[in-house]
């Protein structure tokens, strides 16, 4: 008998530990898909700048698979290595670091323009194990930028070229002027006055004008005395006007060459100025969306993902900051949510986490908005409220409660219930690791006396919910606590037995509410997948009743009410004695009331028919022993050995 109870023991030990197996590896599964849907290169990086792990992002930058990455140093993956240690130790000595530019790497030889990220990460007792490195490539905002700047030089090269040709024509009109000077140096004297200010030669020329000037005005004195050289002046004047005229006609042509490129410049100005709003507004875009980007890792970083709320970083992070003179007295609230694990058993974890955010939801509602609401665990919570006594904190705790008393989860038959402590620190030198403590311990008092109540309620209302959902009545409860006590009666099973078998026969299908209705319901024969769907409500029980202390003693039976005394049962499929006692009882009462009651899929056999099925199956499918004694001492019928064929 002994060595039965080792295999059995052995056996629930292997179960549990492949459903914590499967647990974990589906949790790292779904955290490994998050950081692979990510475009930006995500790198955790040890506190010795050695690297942990990357994501595709990564792979497809550096042009490396992941296991050549991961081992090698951070910083030999950027041209400039001495940079990005500075960088990474900078996250590492202040927490984080924002818009690290440097140039990352490829295996090819190449190397992309990069900004990066980081932040550092903790261990539960808030000590720096590392760091995550969000990179991203900025090598269009780098090429819009040079862009710009090309665009910027050409521009200054168009407006220097148009320069030069207004010089050109300048020099050609001041070197007809020196030919004409050669063949008429008296009379160039007299014609200089006029000249100077069409060239742009004024300075140098500024000694001629002053000789000019002084010549027309003796000319002026002495015009009677010098008629003749007056007429030859008025000639050579003659002859300057024609040749004004012939360079007027060539400034007008000039001018209006002038003008059309001053037009096609203004038009290229026009142009330059529409690229220039266009680049400037894709620039505008880019950093918004990068600025949007760092924001939400930001939010990430610091909020609990399914909540809301601030996350265990941002608590302790909180803790530190708050720490001081100024805000004393603070309190700290510690919260622990009751029965979480037995309604993600019990109801799905879909349903537990409703729970989880209407807690979160009552406790935002209940604190004022500069208190630091925080869920720093899976069920647990911690609020730090400044300037907060603890008359005050004991009134915030009670306003949850009666709260919670007026909620339920999806309008169901669930009420969010949380167990609180809190202490506050009054004086200086007291610590708020301490206070922290002492808050912890007040809510572990709390949770203890709670308990109890607690579990019941939620029993209760597996109970109901059982009723509803797996198609199983009251009174078919009824008859199976009222057969099988009546077996239990007839075997001399103790006082503990009969209570633990009551409860079995209330119970033993716990595991169906947690099943598809339509299955429950259907009326015609079930798929293969189907069955196979019901097969597994043994394991569902048995995984509820573990979750709770009232059930836990009855969680076996559960487990085995489907095996088969010929070892063809399921989920364990093990044989005789092996399956415990109660579970072979229930086996047999839970058949004849199902036989001797209308289903959806068939009408119900008369008692006589049952009893026949049950004798049938004895040594088969039943304990032959406890058969007939279900048959002669409760049932009240003679035992009549049917021929086996």
């Not at 572990?444 to 209302?461: A, G």
């Not at 399921?570 to 209308?598: C, H, K, W």
């Amino acid at each position: 008998m002994e060595k039965n109870n080792g295999k059995e023991k052995r056996a629930r030990e292997l179960f549990v530990k492949e459903v914590q197996e499967k647990k974990a590896k589906k949790g790292w599964e779904y955290n490994r898909n998050l950081l692979e849907t990510s475009l930006d290169s995500l790198i955790t990086i040890g506190s010795d700048g050695i690297i942990t792990d990357v994501n595709s992002a990564t792979e497809k930058a550096t042009g490396l698979p992941r296991e050549k990455i991961i081992g090698t140093c951070f910083s030999e993956h950027f041209t400039d290595p001495e940079k990005a240690r500075v960088g990474y130790k900078q996250a590492f000595d202040i927490g984080k670091v924002v818009d690290y530019e440097l140039y990352l790497k490829h295996i090819n030889g190449s190397s992309i323009p990069v900004s990066y990220n980081a932040s550092v990460y903790k261990d539960n007792e808030g000590q720096i194990i590392g760091m995550l490195a969000v990179v991203r490539d900025i090598s269009a905002i780098k090429k819009y930028e040079d862009e710009f700047i090309d665009f910027e030089n050409n521009l200054e090269s168009i407006v220097q070229q148009k320069t030069a040709e207004e010089l050109v024509i300048a020099n050609r009109e001041l070197a007809f002027q020196n030919d004409e000077k050669e063949k008429r140096a008296a009379e160039l004297l007299i014609a200089n006055r006029e000249l100077a200010f069409q060239n742009d030669e004024k300075e140098k020329r500024a000694a001629e004008l002053v000789i000019a000037n002084r010549e027309l005005a003796f000319q002026n004195d002495e015009k009677e005395k010098r008629a003749e050289e007056l007429v030859i002046a008025n000639t050579e004047l003659v002859f300057q006007n024609d040749e004004k005229e012939r360079r007027a006609e060539e400034l007008d042509i000039a001018n209006k060459e002038l003008f059309i490129e001053r037009e096609k410049t203004e038009d290229l100005n026009k142009q330059l100025e529409s690229r220039v709003t266009e680049r400037t507004a894709q620039l505008e875009f880019v950093n918004k969306e990068l600025a949007s980007q760092n924001q939400e890792i930001s939010y990430i970083g610091y909020h609990d993902f399914l909540t809301g709320l601030y996350n265990r970083a941002y608590f302790e992070e909180g803790k530190n900051r708050l720490d001081t003179p100024r805000q004393l007295p603070i309190s700290i609230i510690m919260g622990d949510i009751n029965g979480l694990k037995l309604i993600n058993d019990g109801f799905g974890h879909s349903k537990g986490d409703e729970l989880l955010i209407e807690i979160a939801k009552i406790l935002k509602s209940c604190c004022r908005e500069e208190d630091i609401v925080s869920r720093i665990g899976g069920d647990e919570f911690g609020i730090l409220l400044p300037k907060t006594d603890s008359q005050s904190a004991q009134q915030i705790c009670n306003r949850i409660y009666d709260t919670c008393k007026g909620y339920a989860v999806d309008g169901g038959s669930i009420y969010p219930s949380i167990a609180l402590g809190y202490a506050t620190k009054n004086i200086e030198t007291e610590t708020m690791d301490g206070i922290f403590m002492v808050a912890e311990e007040s809510m572990s008092r709390h949770k203890l006396l709670e308990s109890k109540s607690v579990h019941n309620s939620i029993i209760s209302s597996i109970k109901a919910i059982m009723f509803e959902k797996s198609q199983e009545t009251e009174e078919h409860a009824e008859r199976m606590v009222e057969l099988s006590r009546s077996i239990g009666l007839a075997m001399s099973l103790t006082e503990d037995q009969l209570n633990e078998l009551e409860l079995l026969s209330t119970l033993h299908d716990i595991g169906k509410m947690g099943m598809d209705a339509k299955i429950l319901s259907k009326s015609g024969e079930l798929t293969e997948e189907e069955c196979s769907e019901m097969r597994k409500h043994p394991e569902v029980g048995f995984r509820i009743a573990q979750a709770t202390s009232e059930l836990r003693p009855i969680a076996e039976y559960i487990l085995c009410h489907h095996e088969r005394w010929d070892g063809t049962g399921y989920p364990q499929g093990i044989i005789g004695e092996q399956i415990p006692l109660l579970s072979r009882i229930v086996a047999i009462v839970d058949s004849f009331d199902a036989m001797t009651n209308d289903r959806a899929y068939r009408s119900a056999m008369t008692k006589g028919e049952a009893i026949e099925e049950i004798k049938r199956n004895s040594g088969t499918q039943f304990d032959p022993e406890i058969a007939r004694v279900f048959v002669e001492k409760v049932l009240g019928q003679e035992w009549e050995q049917l021929n086996k064929i």
